[in-house]
C-alpha cells in the first residue's frame, strides 16, 4: 500500500526574526585610524578616571565613560542597532547585584538598560576594579574590542 505524500503545511507561521544589535570591529578600527586614536589611552582620551578610593566618584566616571563608548562605537557604525533605536535608547549605571550562592555576597555591576522597555543586562561584573586596573588601555586594544562585544551582547538580550 503506498502513502500519498503530503504537501507542505501552509499554516506553519513564519517567525519575524528578532531584530539584531551588530558589531564590526573593522569600522572600530578605521574610526580609530581616522581619528589618529589607536595608541592613545581609553581614559585619557575621555577624561574619566575611575578612582577605587572614591566610589562614588568611581560609580559616576564608569557610567560617563561607558556611554562615550558606547556613543563612538555608535556613531563610528561599530554597533549598528536595529531600526528605530539609538544611542539614546539605552543608558547605563553601576548597580548593587548579589551574586553566587551566599546571601550578602555582591558586587557592583555595570548595567545597560533599555529606555523602552525597561529591560536591564549586565555588562561586567565589578567595573570599579576592572576599569581601575586597565586604565592604561588603549583604544585599539584587544581589551577594548572586548567591552564592545559586552556592551553589543547585553544590549541585545535587552531587546
Same mark, same amino acid.
Given at each position: 500500500? =503506498? +502513502?500519498?505524500?503530503? $504537501?507542505?503545511?501552509?499554516?506553519?507561521?513564519? $517567525? %519575524?526574526?528578532?531584530?539584531?544589535?551588530?558589531?564590526?570591529?573593522?569600522?572600530?578600527?578605521?574610526?580609530?585610524?581616522? =581619528?589618529?586614536?589607536?595608541?592613545?589611552?581609553?581614559?585619557?582620551?575621555?577624561? *574619566?578616571?575611575?578612582?577605587?578610593?572614591?566610589?562614588?566618584? @568611581?560609580? =559616576? $566616571?564608569? /557610567? %560617563?565613560?561607558?556611554?562615550?563608548?558606547?556613543?563612538?562605537? +555608535?556613531?563610528?557604525?561599530?554597533? !549598528?542597532?536595529? $531600526?528605530?533605536? *539609538? %544611542? @539614546?535608547?539605552?543608558?547605563?549605571?553601576?548597580?548593587? &547585584? =548579589?551574586?553566587?550562592?551566599?546571601?550578602?555576597?555582591?558586587?557592583?555591576?555595570?548595567? +545597560?538598560?533599555?529606555?523602552?522597555?525597561? &529591560?536591564? /543586562?549586565? +555588562?561586567?561584573?565589578?567595573?570599579?576594579?576592572?576599569?581601575? !586596573?586597565?586604565?592604561?588601555?588603549?583604544?585599539? *586594544? &584587544?581589551?577594548?574590542?572586548?567591552?564592545? #562585544?559586552?556592551? &553589543?551582547?547585553? !544590549? #541585545?538580550? !535587552?531587546?
Amino acid at each position: 500500500m =503506498q +502513502v500519498p505524500a503530503q $504537501a507542505p503545511s501552509s499554516s506553519k507561521l513564519l $517567525a %519575524t526574526p528578532r531584530p539584531q544589535v551588530r558589531l564590526d570591529l573593522e569600522k572600530w578600527h578605521l574610526f580609530l585610524k581616522a =581619528q589618529g586614536l589607536n595608541r592613545v589611552g581609553v581614559c585619557d582620551f575621555y577624561g *574619566s578616571f575611575p578612582d577605587i578610593a572614591d566610589a562614588h566618584g @568611581s560609580r =559616576q $566616571a564608569i /557610567e %560617563t565613560l561607558s556611554e562615550l563608548i558606547w556613543y563612538d562605537l +555608535v556613531s563610528s557604525g561599530a554597533i !549598528t542597532l536595529p $531600526a528605530g533605536l *539609538s %544611542t @539614546s535608547s539605552f543608558s547605563f549605571s553601576v548597580l548593587a &547585584r =548579589q551574586y553566587g550562592p551566599f546571601v550578602g555576597i555582591g558586587f557592583e555591576s555595570l548595567v +545597560v538598560r533599555n529606555e523602552s522597555s525597561g &529591560r536591564e /543586562e549586565i +555588562v561586567m561584573i565589578n567595573p570599579v576594579h576592572i576599569f581601575n !586596573t586597565s586604565r592604561k588601555r588603549k583604544m585599539n *586594544s &584587544r581589551y577594548m574590542e572586548g567591552f564592545a #562585544q559586552k556592551l &553589543r551582547d547585553a !544590549t #541585545q538580550k !535587552t531587546l
